[in-house]
C-alpha cells in the first residue's frame, strides 16, 4: 500500500502551484501591457503621419513643381523616428518614396480595408515594420495610395530582452516561493511536531499527563482538547481495568483459600464418610459462590461489549414485582422486613434481564433495612416513560459513596471484608441492565430513606396492552 504524501509536502507544492499561477498570470500581463503600449505608440505616430500626407494631398496642384512636392513629404517625415513613407498614384506611379526599404513591394490589402486604413506589420531580409497602408483622394492623379511604416526592430529587441529577463524572474521567484514555503510549512508545524514528542513519551504510568490547550496555536485547540478527554477516558479504563483485576484477584482468594483449607484439613486425618460429606457440602456453597462471581464478571463483561436485549416483549411489572415478593418472602420474614407496592405499569424489554435487575434491587433493600420495617416499591408512568421506585429506611449512604455504589466491587465498607452482601457487583449488573434498556438509575439517599429510581421508555402504542 503507498504511503501518503506528507503534508509539508502537500503544502509546498500547493504553495508553489499557487505562486507559479500568479507569478505567471503577472508576467504574461505585463508582457502583453508593454506590447500594447509599444503598438498603440507607433500606431499612433503613423496616424500622424498619415494625417500630415492627407492634407497635403489634398492641397497639392496639377503645376506643383515635383521637387516642391518631395521637399513637403521629407518635411512631413522630419521629427518622427526614421519612418518610411511611399506615395503611388492609381496608375502604379510612385509619387514619392523615402530612403530605405521598398515599400512598393508590399502586398496591399483589399479595397475595403484600403479605404479604412489597415494596420499591419511586415518585414524585409533586415528590418521590421509596423505599416499603415491607406487610399487617400487628392487632386493630381488621385486617388493615391499612401503607404506608411515605423521600424519596430527597438521594440522587439527590448520585448525579447524584457521576456527573457521577465520568464528569468518568475522561475527563481517560482523557486524561491517554493523554498519559503518549505521552511514555512516547517516552522507551522512545530507545535504539531512538539505535541507528537510529547504524545510519544506518554506510558502507562503517565496517564495522568495532559497537554496545555493554551500553548498551542489556535488550529491545534481542538486537537489537544480531544487528545485530553481520549486521556481522561483511558486513564479512568486504565483505573477501571486495574481496580477490576485486583478485585477479582480479591475476591476469588477468599474462597480458593477456603477450599484449600478446608481439603487440607479433611486430608489431615481419616475421617468417617459423614464427616467428608460434610466437607464437601461446604467445598459446594463455595462453589456456588464463585460460579455466580464468574457469571456476574461474564454478564458485565458482555455489557462493555453492548449489552442489548435479545427479547422485547410487553412486560407487567405489577406481576413481576409481585412474584419477586413471593420469591424473597421467606427471607424477609425472617429479618423482620415486609414489602409494599404501589401503582402499576408495563414496559417493553427482555423479561429475565429486568426481572435480575429488580431482584437484585430487592436483594440490597432487604438486606439494608433494619428490623421492622419496610421494603417499598412504586410504579408510575407517563408519556415519556415508565418509573420505578424501590426504598428502603435504614442508614444512609454517605455522600461520598453515593456516586460509586454501581460501580464493581465498590462497599462503603472501606476493610473489602467479604460478607452475605456478596461480590459487589450486583448493583453494577443493575445499571449494565437498565442502560441496555436505553434508560437510567439513579440512587438518593438520606437520614429517612434510601432510593433507587430507574428510568425506562414508554412502551410503543402497538406494543401497549390494551
Excluded at 507544492?13 to 500594447?36: D, K, N, P, Q, Y
Excluded at 508590399?106 to 499591419?120: A, V, W
Excluded at 516552522?187 to 510529547?198: F, K, N, T, Y
Amino acid at each position: 500500500m503507498r504511503h501518503p504524501t506528507s503534508l509539508t509536502l502537500r503544502l509546498t507544492l500547493l504553495f508553489s502551484a499557487v505562486a507559479t499561477v500568479v507569478l505567471l498570470a503577472f508576467g504574461w500581463i505585463i508582457e502583453r501591457s508593454i506590447e500594447e503600449h509599444f503598438a498603440a505608440e507607433d500606431i499612433k505616430e503613423l496616424k500622424v503621419i498619415a494625417q500630415a500626407v492627407e492634407r497635403s494631398l489634398s492641397t497639392l496642384q496639377p503645376n506643383h513643381d515635383l521637387t516642391r512636392i518631395k521637399q513637403r513629404f521629407d518635411d512631413i517625415l522630419v521629427g518622427h523616428h526614421r519612418p518610411l513613407l511611399n506615395i503611388s498614384d492609381t496608375s502604379g506611379k510612385t509619387l514619392y518614396s523615402s530612403p530605405g526599404s521598398d515599400l512598393s513591394l508590399m502586398p496591399l490589402p483589399s479595397p475595403d480595408q484600403l479605404l479604412q486604413g489597415g494596420i499591419q506589420q511586415w518585414s524585409d531580409s533586415k528590418h521590421h515594420y509596423r505599416v499603415l497602408i491607406q487610399q487617400m483622394a487628392g487632386k493630381r492623379n488621385g486617388p493615391y495610395t499612401v503607404i506608411v511604416a515605423v521600424a519596430i526592430d527597438f521594440h522587439l529587441h527590448f520585448l525579447k530582452n524584457f521576456h527573457y529577463t521577465l520568464w528569468l524572474m518568475i522561475i527563481c521567484g517560482i523557486i524561491i516561493m517554493g523554498l519559503m514555503s518549505w521552511i514555512a510549512v516547517r516552522q507551522g508545524h512545530r507545535p504539531l511536531h512538539r505535541i507528537v514528542e510529547q504524545i510519544s513519551q506518554t506510558s502507562a504510568n503517565e496517564l495522568n499527563s495532559r497537554l496545555d490547550p493554551n500553548a498551542v496555536p489556535t488550529e491545534l485547540t481542538a486537537l489537544v482538547l480531544s487528545f485530553n478527554e481520549l486521556m481522561q477516558r483511558i486513564e479512568e479504563a486504565f483505573t477501571r481495568l486495574s481496580n477490576f483485576s485486583a478485585d477479582i484477584a480479591h475476591e476469588l482468594r477468599t474462597p480458593v483459600t477456603n477450599l484449600m483449607t478446608q481439603t487440607q484439613v479433611a486430608l489431615s486425618q481419616a475421617r468417617n464418610a459423614d464427616e467428608y460429606q460434610e466437607i464437601l457440602y461446604s467445598n459446594v456453597e463455595e462453589y456456588e459462590r464463585m460460579a455466580q462471581m464468574i457469571g456476574d464478571m461474564l454478564f458485565l463483561a458482555k455489557a462493555d461489549n453492548g449489552l442489548n436485549p435479545p427479547n422485547a416483549e410487553d412486560i407487567d411489572l405489577k406481576s413481576e414485582i409481585r412474584n419477586l415478593f413471593d420469591y424473597y418472602e421467606a427471607w424477609a420474614e425472617e429479618c423482620h422486613v415486609s414489602f409494599t407496592l404501589d401503582g402499576d405499569a408495563h414496559v417493553q424489554g427482555d423479561r429475565l434481564m429486568l426481572r435480575r435487575a429488580l431482584s437484585n434491587l430487592l436483594s440490597n433493600a432487604v438486606r439494608h433495612t433494619p428490623a421492622d420495617s419496610s421494603v417499598a416499591v412504586r410504579l408510575s408512568h407517563t408519556e415519556s416513560g415508565v418509573f420505578i421506585v424501590v426504598q428502603n429506611s435504614g442508614a444512609p449512604i454517605p455522600a461520598e459513596h453515593l456516586a460509586k455504589v454501581f460501580d464493581r466491587f465498590y462497599r462503603t465498607d472501606p476493610s473489602r471484608q467479604r460478607s452475605a452482601e456478596g461480590a459487589g457487583l450486583g448493583l453494577a449488573i443493575v445499571k449494565s441492565i437498565v442502560e441496555a434498556h436505553s434508560g437510567t438509575i439513579v440512587a438518593t439517599s438520606d437520614e429517612r430513606c434510601t432510593q433507587f429510581r430507574i428510568s425506562l421508555p414508554a412502551p410503543s402504542k402497538h406494543g401497549a396492552r390494551n
